[in-house]
């Protein structure tokens, strides 16, 4: 993955929290050394977050996703698969966290797709609710910046492929 130069205004995804406005690259003393930090607003939150701009990428901090890899979000959406069979729910449970934490959209996607459709056919742990919550904000506000169009334009399309595939 090559290394992301994200400047003030740029929106970027982080794993761990969600999709983020760069509002700021700040130079700070740590140690007697300075280094540099990306300054990032999760735009779900409004929660401000400090990351060293030498260790973003390893944090898994990304670009948003293209109009083109949009359409494979959408697509893994429609595809009947499921990627985690295993039981019981914490397995399941870990496997998801994983795959969310993997900061891939598809990945991402895939948890979306899979909690929705198991909760269809059965009550979801507290934890697994969580998860798919987190998974579709994730989705809907990626799908929304990638194709620049209103979140509540994809949330209902969202709606109607999980819809559909129920």
């Given at each position: 993955m090559p290394a992301v130069n994200f400047k003030v205004g740029d929106n970027a995804v982080y794993p761990a929290h969600g999709v983020a406005e760069i509002t700021g690259i700040e130079s700070r003393d740590i140690a007697g050394q300075k280094k540099e930090f990306?300054?990032?607003?999760?735009?779900?939150?409004?929660?401000?977050?400090?990351?060293?701009?030498?260790?973003?990428?390893?944090?898994?901090?990304?670009?948003?996703?293209?109009?083109?890899?949009?359409?494979?979000?959408?697509?893994?959406?429609?595809?009947?698969?499921?990627?985690?069979?295993?039981?019981?729910?914490?397995?399941?449970?870990?496997?998801?966290?994983?795959?969310?934490?993997?900061?891939?959209?598809?990945?991402?996607?895939?948890?979306l797709r899979d909690l929705h459709r198991v909760k269809e056919e059965k009550e979801l742990s507290f934890s697994e609710r969580r998860l798919l919550e987190q998974a579709r904000n994730l989705v809907i506000t990626e799908l929304a910046l990638a194709r620049k169009i209103s979140l509540a334009k994809v949330e209902k399309e969202v709606d109607t492929v999980l819809g559909a595939t129920a």
């Open positions: 990306y300054i990032l607003k999760i735009l779900d939150t409004d929660m401000k977050l400090m990351i060293p701009t030498d260790g973003a990428q390893r944090a898994g901090l990304r670009g948003v996703i293209s109009r083109k890899d949009a359409k494979k979000v959408i697509e893994i959406l429609k595809d009947p698969e499921i990627a985690v069979t295993v039981q019981p729910w914490n397995k399941r449970y870990r496997e998801y966290t994983e795959m969310l934490s993997s900061g891939s959209a598809f990945e991402v996607a895939k948890v």
